[in-house]
């Protein structure tokens, strides 16, 4: 069974720019987080979809946004980058309850894009 | 606000010791407790979970411990080998109203096996 896959991997843009990720999640997994890892603040939570809608959302200005498609893939957005959002993009996808499995809530993650802003 | 904890930040051991990896967390309403590998400019790997009801889980060489009450939880690696070298995170999953998920994580611990 594939995994989270994640595209681009890694993505230099300029400062004022905007970008655009997209996650995969496996296969039957319906719901997608997507998370910001940087030296100094570590892992934090940016978004959660479930059913192509936003379940939760961190505490993220809103450049940045996100959305689900149909078949589960997702995208992030960033609008008008800056040099501190230089961060390893992470993107998880997990199943619900009642959706048969055991481990039901288990955040399974991608390899992440990395994100230069210059 | 829950804050999770790891201690140590670093630790440098050699090939064949078991170790303990510690994780504290402040708000013990949480969903389940997961356990992940970050090998350096890589993704997580899910190494285990632990639902809130359970105490500890086990895989191969890992065992990992959960003490809700206490908000506390432990990551035991027996005979540790060069291989495990990494940063090891732990996350708690708080699941909020609207079934909103969220795991929060902590600072991780990074790990260097000595050969």
């Known amino acids: 069974k594939a995994g989270v896959t994640q595209t681009p991997r890694y993505l230099i843009k300029t400062r004022g720019q905007q970008v655009t990720l997209s996650c995969s999640p496996i296969s039957g997994h319906r719901s997608v987080s997507w998370y910001q890892q940087t030296p100094g603040q570590g892992l934090q939570f940016l978004f959660e979809y479930f059913s192509e809608t936003q379940r939760n959302k961190g505490n993220f200005p809103g450049r940045f946004s996100g959305r689900q498609f149909s078949n589960s893939r997702s995208e992030m957005n960033v609008s008008t980058l800056e040099l501190g959002d230089s961060a390893l993009y992470l993107c998880?996808?997990?199943?619900?309850?009642?959706?048969?499995?055991?481990?039901?809530?288990?955040?399974?993650f991608g390899p992440g894009t990395r994100l230069t802003v210059l | 606000k829950q804050e999770v904890t790891q201690i140590p930040a670093a630790l440098s051991v050699p090939e064949g010791e078991n170790l303990v990896l510690n994780c504290s967390f402040t708000d013990s309403a949480i969903y389940n407790l997961q356990w992940f590998r970050q090998d350096p400019g890589k993704g997580l790997t899910s190494l285990l979970l632990?639902?809130?009801?359970?105490r500890e889980q086990t895989s191969g060489r890992l065992n990992a411990s959960l003490d809700k009450s206490s908000g506390r939880s432990t990551l035991y690696i027996a005979a540790s080998q060069p291989g495990d070298s990494a940063t090891y995170l732990c996350?708690?999953?708080?699941?909020?109203?609207?079934?909103?998920?969220?795991?929060?994580f902590g600072s991780g611990t990074q790990l260097t096996v000595l050969p």
């Open positions: 998880a996808s997990s199943t619900k309850p009642g959706q048969g499995l055991r481990s039901y809530n288990e955040q399974f």
């Open positions: 996350a708690v999953l708080i699941i909020s109203s609207g079934s909103a998920r969220q795991l929060t």
């Open positions: 632990i639902q809130s009801s359970q």
